[in-house]
T-cell receptor, first 116, second 112 residues
Framework: AQKITQTQPGMFVQEKEAVTLDCTYD???????LFWYKQPSSGEMIFLIY??????QNATEGRYSLNFQKARKSANLVISASQLGDSAMYFC?????????????FGAGTTVTVRA | DAGITQSPRHKVTETGTPVTLRCHQT?????MYWYRQDPGHGLRLIHY???????DKGEVSDGYSVSRSKTEDFLLTLESATSSQTSVYFC???????????FGPGTRLTVT
């Protein structure tokens, strides 16, 4: 079974608008962490944001916020005030179990294109 | 930026030949990982290491072996490359204390 599901293969967003990228996950482990990575066309993987399963508040990092809905097993990424440089592939990922264990399971990714 | 390099960055090889990819880190991190990236699959874990000479299999380990004789180097070997191993390979490291996993720049491997 797929551990991470990203149902949006591609999205278009107007510059300065907000965009929400969907991510659902599947785990029976009470201890897990959720990550979002950005991969621009140059190919590098850039860490954006992290949410632990026991964190009470939704994670935020600058223009990135993670909408964590534990009961729905959902960890959507919200990018506010989109910029042209936000055009990239975005991956949701999860680690399970031992917090020292950083083996990640990735979703298939969502391509975001920001229009001027 | 975390000090991770991968070599080579690009390689074209023929089916049946052995190939070794190298990941080198200068961060003295304990954990190292090899992933492959394919369209429609995101990144998938091949093998990982939790210390010198300590390695384990990931989700897609068939056809791959690894070695780690020094903290800073993690080698991925394709004993006999096949066309299905054409992919982009990423190395990653973590220190096991924080939560961030740092990725190398990737190696694009084409098996013809």
């Amino acid at each position: 079974a797929q551990k991470i599901t990203q149902t949006q293969p591609g999205m278009f967003v107007q510059e300065k608008e907000a965009v929400t990228l969907d991510c659902t996950y599947d785990t029976s482990d009470p201890s897990y962490g959720l990550f979002w990575y950005k991969q621009p066309s140059s190919g590098e993987m850039i860490f954006l944001i992290y949410q632990g399963s026991y964190d009470q508040q939704n994670a935020t990092e600058g223009r990135y916020s993670l909408n964590f809905q534990k009961a729905r097993k959902s960890a959507n990424l919200v990018i506010s005030a989109s910029q042209l440089g936000d055009s990239a592939m975005y991956f949701c990922a999860m680690r399970e179990g031992d917090p020292n264990d950083y083996k990640l399971s990735f979703g298939a990714g969502t391509t975001v294109t920001v229009r001027a | 930026d975390a000090g991770i390099t991968q070599s080579p960055r690009h390689k074209v090889t023929e089916t049946g030949t052995p190939v070794t990819l190298r990941c080198h880190q200068t961060e003295n991190h304990r954990y190292m990982y090899w992933y492959r990236q394919d369209p429609g699959h995101g990144l998938r874990l091949i093998h990982y290491s939790y210390g010198v000479k300590d390695t384990d299999k990931g989700e897609v380990s068939d056809g791959y072996s690894v070695s780690r004789s020094k903290t800073e180097d993690f080698l991925l070997t394709l004993e006999s490359a096949t066309s299905s191993q054409t992919s982009v390979y990423f190395c990653a490291i973590s220190d096991g204390r924080g939560y961030e996993q740092y990725f190398g720049p990737g190696t694009r491997l084409t098996v013809t």
